[in-house]
Each structure stands twice: as C-alpha cells, then as structure tokens.
C-alpha cells in the first residue's frame, strides 16, 4: 500500500523537576523529518492544548508545504490548572499573588525542557532558529521568558499578551503607569541585538479603557511595551512587528486566524 504522510505529529510528557509534575507535550514535523539528516528550526508554544481549536494543523502543514519557508518544527506545551500561577514574569508575582510559580516555568524551560529537545529531536544549534509563542497570559509568560534568556531564542510571538500584568492596583491618572511588571523587565534586562519580536492585538480584546482615553487597555498596554522596546533600542518597524486585528477577539478562533502569518514572519 502507497501513502504519503501530510505530517509527523508525536505526544508525550516530560517530568519537570522544577514544577514537580509533568508536563504534556505534542510535537509536529514536517514530512521529511525523519529521513532529513539537517536541523530544523523550532517553534515552541505556550498553551499547546489548544492546538485542535485554533485548528493549527492545516496551518503547520501549509508552512510545511511551502517553499518559502525555513523548515522547523512545532512544540505545543500543554498548561494545567496551576496556569494562572505558572505563568506570568520570573522576576515577580503580580499583585495579587498570581504569577508565584513563573519563575520555576522559566527554569523549566530553559534548564530541563529545551535541553531536552536539543538532545531528542533534530533541532538547531542557532539560537536565532527557536522562537517562542503565547496566548494572552501565555504570551506574557513566552515573552519573559525570551526577554531574560535571550541566549536560547532569536525570536518571540506574543497574542493578545496580558501585559496589564501589574505589581499594584491601577492607580487613577498614573500616566506613566510603571506599575505595569513587562515595562521593567524590559528595562531592567540588558540589550540583545539580536532579538525579533511579533505582536498582535484584536481591536474587540476587550471594552476596558482605564485612563478612558478611547483606546482599549490591551491595544494600549502592547503599544507600551513597544514603546519601551524602541527607547531600548529596538526598531520599530524592524525589530518589532505589530498586527492589529480588526474585529479581532481575545479568542481562539481569532489567534488561530491570524497564525499563519505569525509563522510567515517566523520562518519566511
């Protein structure tokens, strides 16, 4: 019998010793991954579990197919209930306590999980070939975690990313709002010329407006932190890409719409 495989797609879980669990994963390859003797490039994913609903199968196999495209692999990292705790910024945890646990996900990642895969799968020994990707509090996470190791990703996409992310309530005409925790990991954190870094917002993420100046939170916080790239020396345009979406929601089916080029951006 004759077939012709579209994908390789493999599932798994891998102990973390510093979340004290396992972790679920799902890694999809092209075709030719098996008989390929080079490395691929690598997209890893916060919020892997939502693979089938942001329906990225087609979308990972028409990269594949493409003949523009970098080869690489998709890493899709399934969170648990403790998501809200797991993710977030290394450094501190919000100001309610959420967040407690991020910095034992980044030293998973970055210390057991990566490790892993350079060791088990064809992976690149370019650090510019692995990029990081999230969803709302998922992108915030993926971005920390890019930010302050830059070593290991060249890359970073981030989806609706919650940097409202604050270390104290909002206080009411706070103009500069430093509260916001994204803005001082980025200006705490040394330069890395290398880095790449992909946005996108939808302009129905939300209805909040806190400073009520017409422009929704999430719009405004992702335009923040990419103001606070720019005066660190990124460019923008350049470094920094940025995708609003109009009639975009703070959803699945508007994330998985907008995928494809996110990975077009990727690995064009």
């Known amino acids: ?28 390859a092209p075709q030719d991954y098996l008989k390929s003797t080079s490395d ?3 997209l890893l994913m916060n919020d892997g579990q939502d693979f089938e609903a942001m329906k990225l199968e087609h979308s990972l196999y028409r990269a594949f197919s493409s003949k ?37 996900y980044s030293k998973f990642i970055t210390e057991e999980f990566v490790p892993f895969l350079k060791q088990e799968f064809k992976t690149s020994t370019d650090f510019n070939e692995w990029v990081y990707c999230g969803m709302s509090l998922g992108g915030l996470s993926a971005f920390d975690i890019v930010y302050n190791q830059s070593s290991l990703f060249g890359k970073v996409g981030v989806f609706s990313g919650s940097f409202w992310w604050r270390k104290k309530p909002y206080v009411k005409n706070d103009l500069k709002d430093r509260s916001r925790i994204a803005l001082e990991v980025i200006k705490n954190c040394a330069y ?8 996108q917002c939808g302009s129905l993420d939300e209805t ?6 017409g422009i929704i939170d999430a719009i405004e916080d992702t335009l923040d932190v990419i103001k606070e790239l720019k005066t660190k020396g990124y460019s923008y345009p350049g470094d920094i ?4 979406v109009e009639g975009g929601k703070h959803d699945l089916p508007t994330w998985g719409k907008v995928f494809p080029q996110f990975i077009t951006w990727a690995f064009k």
């Open 68 to 104: 523009t495209m970098k080869p690489f692999i998709y890493v899709g990292l399934s969170c648990n209930e403790n998501r809200v705790h797991e993710y977030g910024t290394a450094s501190t945890a919000d100001f309610k306590g959420r967040g407690g646990q991020a910095l034992k």
């Open 208 to 213: 909040a407006d806190r400073n009520h100046n």
């Open 192 to 199: 890395a010329e290398h880095l790449k870094f992909w946005f």
């Open 241 to 244: 890409t940025y995708v609003q």
């Open 40 to 42: 691929f490039s690598v």
């Open 1 to 28: 019998m004759q077939f012709q495989l579209e994908t390789i797609t493999i599932k798994g879980s891998y102990f973390s010793i510093n979340l004290n669990r396992l972790v679920l994963f799902r890694v999809v």
